[in-house]
């Protein structure tokens, strides 16, 4: 049984930083591209960060560029969600997600990923 497991979420103020991990288990994903997607309440889970399998290609969504960094231990099926100067619109559940596909490039469309976390949150205050 496949799971992915976040860790990090938690109350921090306005300009303060988190650290999000996401361990995986059942399975492994070091060849296969993950990321970090967000759900504030009432509106749709948004993309925030991807990885390619090698940990050597990332990209972001434009309100985080800067200040989030995504990274991966393959030897510990890891990935992790850097978040500095956090915003209260931030505040929002936050989830891992993998891949099934064999690729070396970041992945961005939510649709393309098979394995969720069940999510950790993130409450920024002002």
């Known amino acids: 049984q496949v799971q992915l497991v976040e860790s990090g979420g938690g109350l921090v103020q306005a300009g303060g930083s988190l650290r999000l991990s996401c361990v995986a288990s059942?399975?492994?994903?070091?060849?296969?591209?993950m990321a970090w997607f967000r759900q504030a309440p009432g509106l749709e889970r948004e993309f925030v960060a991807a990885?390619?399998?090698?940990?050597?290609?990332?990209d972001y969504t434009d309100s985080v560029k800067g200040r989030f960094s995504i990274s991966r231990d393959n030897a510990k099926n890891t990935v992790y969600l850097q978040m500095n100067s956090l915003k209260p619109e931030e505040t929002a559940v936050y989830y891992c997600?993998?891949?099934?596909?064999?690729?070396?490039?970041?992945?961005?469309?939510?649709?393309?990923?098979?394995?969720w976390g069940q999510g950790t949150q993130v409450t920024v205050s002002s």
């Open positions: 997600a993998a891949t099934s596909m064999f690729s070396n490039t970041y992945v961005t469309d939510r649709s393309q990923y098979r394995y």
């Open positions: 990885i390619n399998w090698s940990g050597g290609s990332t």
């Open positions: 059942g399975r492994t994903f070091s060849i296969n591209p």
